[in-house]
């Protein structure tokens, strides 16, 4: 058995009932067979997979609240720190009902490559709770937060690990985690990014995620013969990411044409009325059907169907395995000529295959995404010097970054005979780099 079956074999053993894990190890593991078969006897003596794939620590956390009517609620928090030879843990805090370890894990580990991919500074890690801050108070979600961060204060800081908004988690939660951490470590300093601007968070990082997807879109499309103007997008996903993906969208002359929330999807023909958008869900914090109410050209559909829409490029932005096997075929056979990932591993392993073999370009999310997680990277720069960058100073570097990231996903994909596949592409760049470091600093 080839030592990359041999330790998938293992990491599916160890980790039967973690099945998102075990769908990102595959992919990852199998995208760099060329990488380990060039020099298998070193990588299998040094057991450089079987350390990759195993976090450097887990911590799971009780964290105890009390509700508006006076009840005790009790959810479990989750900081998996998976690997710091880069750069300090960084990496996202998800809040949401479906969150477990094996999905933190998974997150983890994706954000160790897609750190690498940035070029900046930064290792691998993820948090989250089975909290879900939909339907609370303020108050609530403030007693959530601070007593989520109570526990998670003894484990992270400016040096050692920076959490980060995602699902679930903005500028609100963020706030509250963050006033909790400097009141109980009495330090000002930048362990959280996503901060809000007076108190030390950067210029563009709300918009970083969604604007770095259009960012490598543009040159994904670029360097493939075509052009994002005059695009028809189908987005998926009505937070963060797909706001400001729409947002930018429309600034480089595409038209996104419909958004998606857990309960239904609009498709508003005339082009998503982003500052509608971002009323309903940045403000009043409501259902999509407030989208459709207050937009005539708008159609609101309950449950699933964003991919049925014929379109010519596909952002997923929403959430785990949203695009299926059966919508990747809607797409294809509706003409869409790009997949380019928003959320975290949105597109089954299965459609992404159907994908790729159909000539559709295939951006994954650890390239795509990578924005976000980037920026923050600038906000940590920016802390550290205590002096703050102009939006279009951290706008044109994000820029710059996504172009990069492209180009040496690109690379990687053509040095090992398999131009045009992002997802390998992706996988070897951001595992070489670290790699390196793991081999420099010994069996750690
Ligand atoms: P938000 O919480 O702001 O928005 C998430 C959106 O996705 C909401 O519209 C939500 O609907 C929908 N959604 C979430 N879970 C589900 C589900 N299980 N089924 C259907 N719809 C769902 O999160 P973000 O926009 O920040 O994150 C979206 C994705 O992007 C995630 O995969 C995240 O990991 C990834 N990402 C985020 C980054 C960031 O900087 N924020 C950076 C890189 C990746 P509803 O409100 O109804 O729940
Ligand atoms: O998945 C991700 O990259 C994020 N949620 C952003 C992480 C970060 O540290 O900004």
Known sequence: MSYVDDVL?????????????????????????????ANEEKFKRDALLERITEPE???KFRVPWVDDKGQVQVNTGYRVQFNSAIGPYKGGIRLHPSVNIGIIKFLGFEQVFKNSLTGLPIGGGKGGSDF??????????????????????????????????????????????????????????????????????????????????????????????????????????????AIYACEKAIQLGAKPVTV???TGWIYDPEGIDVALLKEVKEVKRARLTEYAAARPSAQYHEGKGVWTVKCDVALPCATQNELNLDDAKTL?????????????MPTTLEATKYLQENGVLFAPGKASNAGGVATSALEMSQNSERLSWT????????????????????????????????VAGANIAGFEKVVDAMNAQGIV
């Open 9 to 37: 074999a293992r990491v599916k053993a160890k980790n039967a009932s973690e099945p998102e894990f075990l769908q990102a190890v595959d992919e990852v593991l199998n995208s760099l067979r060329p990488v380990i078969e």
């Open 332 to 344: 294809v056979a509706n003409g869409c000529k790009c997949v380019a990932e928003g959320a975290n």
């Open 391 to 422: 939006f279009e100073e951290v706008d044109s570097k994000l820029k710059n970054i996504m172009v990069n990231i492209f180009h040496n996903a690109d690379d990687a994909a053509k040095r090992y005979g398999v131009a045009g596949d992002y």
């Open 132 to 241: 879900d801050p939909k339907g609370k108070s303020d108050r609530e979600v403030m007693a959530f937060c601070q007593s989520f961060m109570t526990e998670l204060c003894k484990h992270i800081g400016a040096d050692t690990d920076v959490p980060a908004g995602d699902i679930g988690t903005g500028a609100r939660e963020i706030g509250y985690m963050y006033g909790q951490y400097k009141r109980i470590r009495n330090v000002y300093e930048g362990v959280l990014t996503g901060k809000g601007l007076s108190y030390g968070g950067s210029l563009a990082r709300t918009e970083a995620t969604g604007y770095g997807l259009l960012y490598f879109t543009e040159e994904m499309l670029k360097c493939n013969g075509s052009d994002i103007k005059g695009k028809i997008c189908a987005v998926s996903g009505a937070g963060n990411v």
């Open 57 to 59: 620590r887990q911590l």
């Open 260 to 262: 998606s929330d857990s």
